[in-house]
Structure formats: C-alpha cells, structure tokens
C-alpha cells in the first residue's frame, strides 16, 4: 500500500520499482536453495553472519579464514552440491554484534536479521526526515528497490544507515553519540574512516575521542572472547585475500560492485588507469560532501539549529560508497531515505532515478557485460551535490519547509 498523497507519476515509479525487484528475486531462482540462494529464498550472505560465529563458540575460528576450509563448513552446514563463492570478511569485533544470532536456528536469525535491518532503517528514515516522516513516506523508503538488494543479500544497510545518520546529526550536538556509531561502524572499516574523514573536513571533530575508545573497547573485547588470534588471522590472511580480489581483479568475487575503478577493469582499462579514475573520483567525492556539509551545516550562525537538508545528508552518505574500490550494491540501502526522496521528488533526477531502480538488478546487468552502475552511482553522487553547491542555490530547502512539513516528492503536509 502506498500513500494517497503520492501523485501518478510517483506511483509509476514505486511500482515499477517494485517489478525490477521482483524479476531481481526471480532471476536468481529463489526456489533452489542450494543455488544461489541458500537455506533460504532470500538473504544470502547471512549465511556468513550465521556461520562465522558458530565457528568461533565451537572453537573452529580458524575456519572462517581459510577459504577451502569455510567453503567445506558451509556445503556441509546446508548440504550444497557445489562452490558457494562465500567469505567472513568483517574484523573480528563484528562478531560481538553477530553472535547472538548465531543462537537462532537459520531461518529464524535469517528473519530476525531482516527484520532488525529495516526497523533501523525505518528509524534512520525519521531521523532524516523528522515531523515530515509520515509513516506512508517511510513504508516507501523500507520498500524501495535498494533496500530489496539489501534483503535478498542478507546485509545490514539499515543498520548502517542508522549508524551513519546519527553519526552526521549528532556529530557537534552530542559527539560521543557520533563517536559510539562510527565505533560501530568500524566493522566497515573503510567506510567508518571515508565517513569521518568528511566529518573532520567539514570542521567536526568532537567525536574523535569517543570513537576511538569505542573502537578499542570493541577490538579488546572481541580479542578477549574470539582469542588475539582472530585478530592475526584478519591481519594475516583475510585482508590480503580480500585485497588480492580488488587488485589483481577476480570479478567473480567481487561482481556486484559498483565503483569506477570495477568498471573500469570490467571494461578492460589497465590497472594503472583505473585507479587513477578511482583516485580522481574518491577526491571529488570527498570534496563534495565536505563542501555540502559546509554549506548545509544546521549549526554554523545565528538564530536556532534548523534540520539538515535531507538531500545533503545523501551526498555526506553515499560519497564514503563512491570513495571505495569496492563497495557493493547492497550498501546504497544505507541511503536509501535521501535517494528514494530525490528519486520520487521535484525536479527531476534521472541518475538518481536510474541508480534508485537498477540497483536490485546489479548483478543482472554484469551478466549481461553491462557495470553501467558503476557510472550512474557516482554521477548521481556529483549531480546531487551540483544542485546544492550551485551558484543560487539555497541550502537547507530542498525537501523541508521551515515548519517541519515536507514540500518534495509528496507535496506539503
């Protein structure tokens, strides 16, 4: 059900969205569970979020580091005929998160997982919207087709939305808030550190301490209870392999990416050059969410705290996505409040509407020899900023009237 103040247009495309989700689903035929999907008709890579702790309460940690070994516990934990192509590639303080599910017979944590998943990221979707977060806005957000590529892969998008958008919001009201969220988000190293990088660029830094202590307490207590050891083998092994993937270019591992520099490699551009595309394109990312988060800032001057833009709290999120080598499709769920927002809204914007409705259908489109996401994602990155930084524009008004009521893809309420 869709709310009535959406207008035809709006509806056509939520609808259409949700076809492309759909044939998403059907195309990795949900029926064979011991295909594609496994254990079940969605979630796929809960299966790594179910069967690494397992492995570590049962005293096989050393299993999840080792790719013939964990292959070998995964056929035999779901009986599968063949070669999943799975990895555990989380630092080990990812387990202290995990572990509780690994209590729950599959399915059971499978739907636990989900469901956590999007009540955060109903919850990230009020944050971003405020009063204006009509519970009809926020059932389009959580069905939006970025968050079905998150739960047909089983991954936490919700939760990292959550974490990413208390981490901007509260970063100079109450920065150890900011700090204990990207702590969190440290699971994701590389996008903890490309999202507090802008942070400091634009000027917020008071949640440092906090992050790092938070940072720490978690990498002590995992060593502590998974073994020192855990954190060898992530060092050791589990970093290069997963490094090895990017750089020396197994797209099969790595097929539903949607960065430049995979583009580029799928396209057959040498290595050299890709990363220099790469390198250019994570610079731009970088500035552009500096500069909107500069420009937008809610408590820079006189007169009371207005709200963030939504649209700039998109750019300050989705640009650590863009400044990775690798970052999969599922991970734009995370923004999926402000890109669902720009997709359905006024003016019009075609790469935010194309990212918005192809990204269940990633790995589709690599099967056919076509990354063209790995061209939309950062262009609807830089064309969202352009409509906030250019001459004229007006900061802080894109979706939000003064009263709190929402004037963008819904009209006013």
Same mark, same amino acid.
């Given at each position: 059900?869709?709310?009535?103040?959406?207008?035809?247009?709006?509806?056509?495309?939520?609808?259409?969205?949700g076809?492309?989700?759909?044939?998403?689903?059907?195309?990795?035929?949900?029926?064979?569970?011991?295909?594609?999907t496994?254990?079940?008709?969605?979630?796929?890579d809960?299966?790594n979020?179910?069967?690494?702790?397992?492995?570590?309460?049962?005293?096989?940690g050393a299993?999840?580091?080792?790719?013939?070994?964990?292959?070998?516990?995964?056929?035999?934990?779901?009986?599968?005929?063949?070669?999943?192509?799975l990895?555990?590639v989380?630092?080990?303080?990812?387990?202290?998160?995990?572990?509780?599910l690994?209590?729950?017979?599959?399915?059971?944590?499978?739907?636990?997982?989900?469901?956590?998943?999007?009540?955060?990221?109903?919850?990230?979707?009020?944050?971003?919207?405020?009063?204006?977060?009509?519970?009809?806005?926020?059932?389009?957000?959580?069905?939006?087709?970025?968050?079905?590529?998150?739960?047909?892969?089983?991954?936490?998008?919700?939760?990292?939305?959550?974490?990413?958008?208390?981490?901007?919001?509260?970063?100079?009201?109450?920065?150890?808030?900011?700090?204990?969220c990207?702590?969190?988000?440290?699971?994701?190293?590389?996008?903890?550190?490309?999202?507090?990088?802008?942070?400091?660029?634009?000027?917020r830094?008071?949640?440092?301490?906090?992050a790092?202590?938070?940072?720490?307490?978690?990498?002590?207590?995992?060593?502590?209870?998974?073994?020192?050891?855990?954190?060898?083998?992530f060092?050791?092994?589990?970093?290069?392999?997963?490094?090895?993937?990017?750089t020396?270019?197994?797209?099969?591992?790595?097929?539903? =990416? @949607?960065? !430049?520099?995979?583009?580029?490699?799928? &396209? *057959?551009? %040498? /290595? #050299?050059l890709?990363?220099?595309?790469?390198?250019?394109?994570?610079?731009?990312?970088?500035?552009?969410a500096?500069?909107?988060?500069?420009?937008?800032?809610?408590?820079?001057?006189?007169?009371?705290?207005?709200?963030?833009?939504?649209?700039?709290?998109?750019?300050v999120?989705?640009?650590?996505?863009v400044?990775?080598?690798?970052?999969?499709?599922?991970?734009?769920? =995370? @923004?999926? !409040?402000?890109?669902?927002?720009?997709? &359905? *809204?006024? %003016? /019009? #914007?075609?790469?935010?509407?194309?990212?918005?409705?192809?990204i269940p259908l990633?790995l589709?489109?690599?099967?056919?020899?076509?990354?063209?996401?790995?061209?939309?994602?950062?262009?609807a990155l830089?064309?969202?900023?352009?409509?906030?930084?250019?001459?004229?524009?007006?900061?802080?008004?894109?979706?939000?009237?003064?009263?709190?009521?929402?004037?963008?893809?819904?009209?006013?309420?």
């Open positions: 059900m869709v709310p009535s103040s959406l207008s035809a247009r709006q509806r056509l495309l939520v609808a259409l969205g076809l492309l989700s759909l044939l998403a689903w059907l195309s990795v035929r949900p029926w064979d569970l011991q295909g594609w496994i254990g079940a008709p969605f979630g796929r809960f299966v979020f179910w069967m690494a702790p397992r492995l570590f309460l049962a005293g096989k299993v999840v580091a080792d790719i013939a070994a964990y292959r070998d516990a995964v056929m035999a934990a779901f009986a599968l005929p063949r070669d999943p192509r990895l555990f989380y630092p080990p303080h990812a387990l202290l998160f995990l572990t509780p690994a209590a729950l017979p599959f399915l059971p944590g499978l739907l636990a997982w989900t469901a956590l998943n999007l009540a955060a990221l109903a919850a990230a979707t009020r944050l971003w919207l405020g009063p204006a977060a009509r519970p009809g806005l926020v059932l389009v957000v959580c069905t939006a087709p970025p968050v079905g590529a998150m739960v047909l892969c089983g991954h936490f998008g919700g939760l990292i939305a959550l974490a990413g958008t208390l981490a901007v919001l509260e970063s100079r009201r109450r920065p150890w808030i900011a700090g204990l990207l702590a969190a988000l440290s699971i994701k190293p590389q996008l903890a550190l490309a999202l507090g990088l802008i942070l400091i660029g634009a000027g830094w008071r949640w440092m301490p906090a790092l202590l938070g940072t720490a307490t978690l990498a002590a207590l995992s060593a502590a209870l998974f073994g020192v050891e855990a954190w060898a083998r060092v050791g092994t589990t970093m290069p392999t997963h490094s090895a993937f990017i020396t270019f197994q797209a099969g591992w790595i097929a539903h =990416a @949607v960065t !430049p520099y995979f583009g580029a490699r799928f &396209l *057959g551009v %040498p /290595a #050299a890709a990363w220099a595309i790469q390198g250019a394109v994570t610079a731009l990312a970088f500035a552009a500096v500069l909107v988060l500069r420009r937008a800032d809610p408590d820079r001057g006189p007169g009371p705290a207005r709200p963030l833009d939504p649209v700039a709290l998109l750019v999120l989705l640009a650590p996505v400044m990775q080598p690798y970052a999969s499709h599922y991970e734009l769920a =995370a @923004v999926a !409040p402000g890109l669902t927002l720009v997709a &359905l *809204g006024r %003016p /019009a #914007a075609p790469l935010a509407i194309a990212v918005w409705l192809l990633a589709v489109l690599i099967t056919f020899d076509q990354p063209i996401l790995c061209a939309l994602v950062p262009g830089f064309a969202t900023a352009w409509r906030l930084l250019a001459p004229g524009a007006a900061p802080g008004t894109a979706l939000v009237n003064p009263s709190g009521g929402y004037s963008g893809a819904f009209g006013r309420t």
